[in-house]
């Protein structure tokens, strides 16, 4: 890969520039000023009838059922706006399965520069909304970036306490570095499935752009750690840094490297997300009093993963301790435009 050529992050930012580590941070601290509610009406204008109701979290009993999406058509560039459906239910029906115990029912997704969020704040009528900065039918990014946000509306992420409208946020690295795995997982599986069965026919032969997508990020030299280092030793210098500031991407990638294969073992595993912040209190506990509260959370089916996770951080790390390193890409671009 040359180095004087820019790629399009899935993320929409350009490779080689440095992350915006506040992504999520708005959605973190919804009521910390009344510019940021202005800016956050004016985002969701196009497909909200009413200021946005303060998020109350439902657990709907279901059968995975995959979530109806409700697409804002402005914003996107020349993205196809029946393209882009296309994608994104793909993305959602991927992941639905995998938490049979919940119903999310309308996403309202819309366009904004911001970078991708889940607002904690619902519409008038109830719908979790989502914010996807991709544009010019980048499909990788919209699988990417939307996979990352479903997982946060799946880890009950709405389901803190909240004091003096904050909310701690001191595990809130944790949840992100979880949904920086499920994206992984979401576009490694898309991509095998679209390579013999693509959603539409004009998708043919991009499950390679999205594998190559895959093989990039989890090969990023931040996101892997010496043979020599566990996952243990290495939060044990880096937990500070991570609960100071959640939104350490270089830090959070790390993590979900090392718990992608786990996520990847069975079909169950991906499933316990949905008991992470089971209840309000969940949140603010000690970190390893929260994955042990993950832990109890879980059915059996679910709860030997997050053993495994516990297993990372303490030490005990099976002798696959991340996602393999993948053969070169091939030099396949995704773009070479910055914009």
């Not at 309308?106 to 520069?113: A, N, W």
């Amino acid at each position: 890969m040359r180095p004087n050529v820019k790629l399009d992050h899935p993320r929409g930012e350009t490779h080689r520039t440095i992350r915006l580590g506040a992504r999520h941070g708005m959605r973190k601290s919804p009521r910390t000023g009344f510019v940021r509610l202005l800016y956050v009406a004016a985002v969701l204008f196009s497909v909200l009838p009413a200021k946005p109701a303060r998020a109350a979290v439902e657990h709907k009993l279901s059968h995975g059922a995959t979530p109806s999406l409700r697409i804002s058509p402005e914003g996107w560039g020349n993205t196809s706006l029946d393209e882009l459906r296309i994608v994104l239910d793909a993305v959602a029906a991927e992941l639905a399965p995998r938490f049979p115990g919940r119903e999310l029912g309308t996403l309202r997704i819309v366009y904004g520069e911001g970078g991708p969020l889940a607002f904690y704040d619902k519409s008038a009528d109830g719908d979790y909304v989502i914010r996807l900065s991709a544009r010019q039918s980048r499909w990788h990014q919209f699988v990417y970036q939307f996979s990352h946000e479903l997982c946060h509306l799946y880890s009950n992420f709405d389901n803190k306490l909240a004091h003096h409208g904050e909310i701690g946020h001191s595990n809130q690295w944790f949840e992100e570095s979880v949904c920086e795995a499920a994206a992984l997982y979401t576009v490694r599986r898309l991509a095998s499935r679209w390579e013999t069965d693509p959603p539409a026919p004009q998708f043919a032969g991009y499950g390679q752009t999205l594998q190559a997508l895959a093989d990039y990020l989890v090969s990023e030299p931040h996101r892997r750690l010496s043979a020599s280092t566990t996952l243990a030793d290495w939060f044990r210098s880096n937990r500070a840094d991570l609960e100071g500031s959640p939104y350490l991407r270089d830090k959070n990638e790390v993590v979900a490297n090392r718990m992608l294969p786990l996520f990847e073992q069975n079909r169950d595993a991906l499933g316990a997300i949905a008991y992470l912040n089971h209840r309000p209190e969940d949140a603010e506990r000690p970190f390893g009093d929260y994955l042990r509260a993950w832990e109890d959370a879980c059915p059996p089916a679910q709860r030997a993963v997050v053993a495994q996770i516990i297993g990372l951080f303490e030490g005990r790390e099976a002798q696959q301790q991340e996602a393999p390193r993948p053969a070169s890409p091939a030099g396949l671009m995704f773009a070479q435009s910055a914009r």
